[in-house]
């Protein structure tokens, strides 16, 4: 089975260099986790996190991943030999509202680090598309 992340990362391939490249990826990452740890918005997000290995494995693992999904080297898949959202979140229960918090943090994360908007117009895209996959609970 083709990796769910395939067919978009191929379609970034320049991304990675847009958000800045190993730099500009972690910034982001850290960013992020930082709004999901500091602010309101993040709280669902949080206690996702804190269900599972962590927000500081999260910090890493997201890290490795958006590298490789934004088109530069696959850490992620380099480490665990894939690179499919939906095999890495099976174990967790994700439902709209933290799927909706998820992506709030992240848009504010893109304004923070200061991305243009078609750059942040590409991501938010694109991380929609991922975000919407990964929903497998109803409540």
Same mark, same amino acid.
């Given at each position: 089975?083709?990796?769910? %992340?395939?067919?978009?990362? %191929?379609?970034?391939?320049?991304? $990675?260099? =847009? &958000?800045?490249? +190993? ?5 982001? &990452?850290?960013?992020? $986790? ?10 669902? *997000? ?9 927000? #500081?494995? %999260? ?14 080297? /696959?850490? $992620? #898949?380099? @480490? $665990?030999?894939?690179? /499919? &959202?939906?095999?890495?979140? +099976? ?5 709209? @509202? ?5 992506? *709030? ?7 923070? *680090? ?5 750059? @942040? %117009? @590409?991501?938010? #895209?694109?991380?929609?598309? &991922?975000? +919407?996959? =990964?929903?497998?609970? /109803?409540?």
């Amino acid at each position: 089975m083709q990796s769910t %992340s395939t067919s978009v990362e %191929s379609a970034n391939a320049n991304l $990675y260099n =847009l &958000v800045g490249g +190993e730099n500009g990826i972690r910034r982001l &990452v850290e960013t992020f $986790y930082d709004i999901v740890e500091q602010h309101p918005e993040g709280e669902p *997000v949080s206690v996702l996190h804190l269900r599972g290995h962590g927000i #500081a494995h %999260s910090r890493v693992e997201q890290f490795n991943f958006l590298s490789g999904f934004l088109g530069g080297p /696959n850490l $992620y #898949a380099e @480490k $665990y030999g894939h690179s /499919n &959202v939906r095999t890495m979140h +099976e174990h967790v229960e994700i439902n709209a @509202k933290a799927k909706d918090a998820w992506l *709030v943090c992240m848009d504010m994360a893109i304004d923070e *680090v200061g991305l243009g908007p078609d750059v @942040k %117009s @590409k991501l938010m #895209a694109n991380f929609t598309v &991922v975000a +919407e996959l =990964l929903v497998n609970r /109803n409540d």
